[in-house]
């Protein structure tokens, strides 16, 4: 059984983030990582991998994105994955959801053979653009259903069940492979790469493709051929800090009745 | 003008209010006509509904084929309507379900996608809200049918009679988009609050809580608001991840959101920056939370809360 995780370098949230002079994320001059809410989709592909062990499962982390983004594989192969794919081309810099989708899949077939694998793996959304739209995008481009948002996975054979919370109840949904399987931050604590995993993690299989290799022409991806554009970008104004008042003897909540009578929320 | 298509928002045919906001936007970009997708006979009452708030037309899709599987259905549905009206625009209520609706419909329509919209304006501009509400963003969807989804309360919904004409629209689905399928659900137990997303008033509780919620519910049905909760008291248990405020859970942009014991990490601040007032109560002065706040108070909130809902209550008399 194959496994193809997909993940993202994201700019650390805890850092200053910014845009370049085109509207693009600056994905260069910051500190970036594996985006943590792809840590899971990771994390849960080495549980099926560890539970399903009397057949060969094969896990491999793939990320599409500009050189420094071959980390965000590295930490997935120090966590566990067998093997990792890095795509990157200067062609692919400010594609959108739709193009990173084309690349993606392209990248997926390839990863196996050149046929779909039994699960493409995602997170729940990145941490910077945070659309969490790809799994659906990618699952549409393959071909394959789509089981999304999973806070428990569980596999049997060639079926798939999942738990989720939507917005109205909780749901139990079924699939049978290949499919499209997306997990939540609350599938559970991803693991930190031990030091003999980051040791076994040099010596596995990384490679990088060019948009060459994958039989994708340039002119299908980049920012100039997006379909949507972003035309301008502004950072909020920061909210200037209010009045904060200390609470002696009660004090506070009468302050606090005052304040929201005088914006009449009472 | 051209049709922009609104994709109704509705629990068992009751249409709910991100609807009428949409439709008050989609008039900015042509004549709104709505899509009801559910039951054959609930779709004469969400016509009514939506006929108030300047809806011309009603497409009235039959669910029979669609419900109880996930999204692919109804891209297909949906890419069926597009391909006959040739909408100016297609507009959803951003929710989980109808993103990944969204997104297989771009690709099928080779359409350019805008999620999270929390404006739009004449020729199709969007505004976003990006990187934790740190940022907004202008754009445009500059290929094929522009497909969109509008944050709940980004407009406010204004009344207009419209003709609200019902015209059934069969689809065909194909095996492939049914493979995936809901095989239980268990729906939530309504707690008489408002939404969270839609709330004009949330109040949250975080870690400083210590697990006891009561404050905190007691100060929001004094208000008339929705109850939220951060990371950390989701985590530890203390409330199921659907009233969990932040990156990671719900997106809300209230007019007033009360955080209390929260300490106002990033991951928060991602999903309730957005609000017009901020107030909180938090015992650490130096919790960042202050930093965004309008009104803030150090103190004890299982002292300071029940305070302010006796006091809430006595002023509404």
Not at chain 1, 30 to 56: F, H, T
Not at chain 1, 216 to 235: I, N, P, R
Request: aromatic share 4%; glycine share 10%; proline share 4%.
């Amino acid at each position: 059984m194959n496994i193809v995780v997909c993940v993202k370098y994201v700019p650390d949230a805890t850092g200053d983030r910014s845009f370049e002079a085109d509207n693009t994320v600056d994905r260069v001059g910051v500190d970036g990582l594996l985006s943590e809410l792809d840590e899971y989709a990771v994390e849960q592909a080495l549980q099926i991998k560890e539970k399903r062990a009397d057949e060969e499962v094969t896990v491999t982390a793939l990320t599409v994105g500009p050189e420094k983004a071959v980390d965000a594989v590295r930490k997935a192969l120090q966590m566990g994955a067998d093997k990792a794919v890095h795509v990157t081309d200067e062609a692919i810099a400010g594609s959108d959801a739709i193009a990173t989708s084309l690349v993606l899949a392209e990248a997926v077939k390839k990863a196996n053979g050149g046929e779909v694998p039994e699960l493409v793996m995602c997170g729940l959304a990145s941490t910077d653009a945070s659309m969490g739209v790809v799994p659906a995008m990618l699952a549409e481009r393959l071909g394959l259903p789509q089981v999304t948002l999973a806070s428990v996975v569980e596999t049997q054979g060639d079926q798939v069940r999942i738990k989720r919370d939507s917005d109205v109840a909780t749901e139990v949904v079924g699939g049978t492979m290949p499919l499209v399987l997306s997990v939540t931050d609350q599938s559970g604590e991803a693991r930190y790469p031990s030091f003999k995993g980051i040791m076994a993690a040099k010596k596995k299989p990384l490679e990088t493709w060019s948009l060459a290799d994958l039989g994708v022409d340039a002119s299908q991806v980049g920012l100039s051929v997006a379909w949507s554009q972003v035309e301008e970008t502004a950072a909020r104004p920061p909210r200037t800090a209010g009045e904060v008042v200390k609470d002696e003897d009660g004090s506070g909540a009468a302050a606090l009745a005052g304040f929201l009578a005088s914006k009449k929320f009472i | 003008m051209s049709e922009v298509l609104v994709l109704i928002d509705h629990v068992g045919g009751s249409v709910k209010k991100p609807t009428y906001e949409l439709l008050t936007l989609a008039a900015k970009l042509g004549t709104p006509s709505a899509v009801f997708i559910g039951a054959a006979d609930q779709a004469a009452g969400a016509a009514e509904a939506v006929k108030a708030y300047g809806a011309e037309k009603v497409y009235a899709i039959d669910d029979a084929q669609i419900k109880g599987y996930l999204v692919a259905p109804k891209a297909e549905a949906l890419q069926q309507l597009a391909t006959k009206v040739a909408p100016a625009a297609i507009l959803l209520p951003s929710s989980a379900e109808n993103k990944e609706v969204a997104a297989r419909l771009a690709i099928k329509l080779e359409s350019g996608l805008i999620t999270d919209a929390v404006d739009l304006e004449e020729g199709g501009i969007t505004t976003q809200s990006v990187f934790a509400g740190g940022y907004t963003a202008k754009a445009k969807v500059t290929k094929g049918t522009p497909i969109i989804t509008v944050k709940p309360n980004s407009a406010a919904p204004e009344e207009k009679a419209a003709a609200g004409t019902v015209e059934q629209f069969p689809v065909t689905i194909s095996d492939a988009a049914k493979t995936a399928q809901i095989v239980a659900s268990q729906p939530r137990k309504a707690s008489g609050r408002p939404e969270l997303t839609e709330a004009a008033i949330v109040v949250s509780g975080g870690r400083g809580t210590g697990g006891n919620f009561e404050p905190i519910e007691k100060l929001a049905d004094a208000l008339g608001a929705a109850v939220g909760a951060s990371r950390a008291a989701v985590d530890s248990g203390w409330m199921p991840h659907t009233f969990q405020v932040g990156q990671t859970g719900k997106t809300v942009s209230p007019q007033l959101y009360i955080a209390n014991g929260i300490s106002g990490a990033i991951q928060h601040r991602a999903g309730m920056q957005t609000s017009k007032t901020i107030v909180a109560v938090n015992k650490d002065e130096e919790a960042p939370i202050f930093e965004l706040v309008d009104f803030g108070v150090v103190g004890d909130l299982h002292t300071v809360l029940p305070a302010v809902t006796e006091e809430i209550v006595k002023r509404k008399g």
